[in-house]
């Protein structure tokens, strides 16, 4: 994208936004799928999220300050959708976070489109036992290689706090992979 201001133009404006909007489609579509489906674990979770978080951006691109990068309100939607997501689960089936967390695991080994093996499959499990902030932290470094500078401005966070939890996390991770 050469010019954000330009192509946010074209997505606020009646005659230009449909095209625009199916180019931002174009460019993020993947990238934001991936992100979610880290945290969601499904692909049809994932699938859902993702369509709602573009009914958002779609339906609220008039609200964008332009403080960030609109990847990074993007992304910041996607969070915050997944998260809203895992949790409407966990009310409607009236478990707690952690048993959430689990079910999502179990239910990753299932997943047909889950084409992970054995060591991915347990690197999954160990990030699912981190506190929130640690798995969205890791999963976006780790997977998606994010900048700290990008992911402060995603999850609304200083980039010393998020290195702080990122260090964490793998020190974490490492202790599960390596217990028996």
């Not at 994932?46 to 403080?67: E, P, R």
């Not at 990068?69 to 009236?94: C, F, G, P, Q, V």
């Amino acid at each position: 994208m050469d010019n954000e201001q330009d192509f946010i133009h074209r997505l606020t404006t009646p005659s230009s936004k449909e095209l625009a909007f199916r180019e931002l489609l174009s460019l993020y579509k993947e990238k934001l799928y991936w992100h979610i489906r880290h945290i969601v674990k499904s692909h049809d979770d994932a699938d859902d999220v993702l369509q709602n978080t573009f009914i958002k951006v779609y339906k609220n691109i008039h609200n964008f300050k332009g403080d960030s990068k609109l990847y990074s309100w993007m992304y910041r939607i996607a969070t915050n959708e997944s998260i809203t997501h895992i949790n409407k689960n966990a009310k409607r089936l009236n478990i707690s976070d952690e048993q959430t967390h689990q079910l999502m695991i179990n239910n990753l080994k299932a997943d047909v489109y889950f084409e992970g093996d054995d060591i991915q499959y347990k690197l999954q499990q160990a990030i699912s036992v981190l506190p929130e902030k640690q798995q969205l932290v890791f999963n976006m470094r780790y997977f998606q290689d994010i900048k700290y500078k990008d992911m402060a401005d995603i999850l609304d966070t200083s980039e010393g706090a998020l290195k702080a939890s990122y260090h964490i996390a793998v020190k974490k991770i490492e202790a599960f992979l390596t217990q028996d």
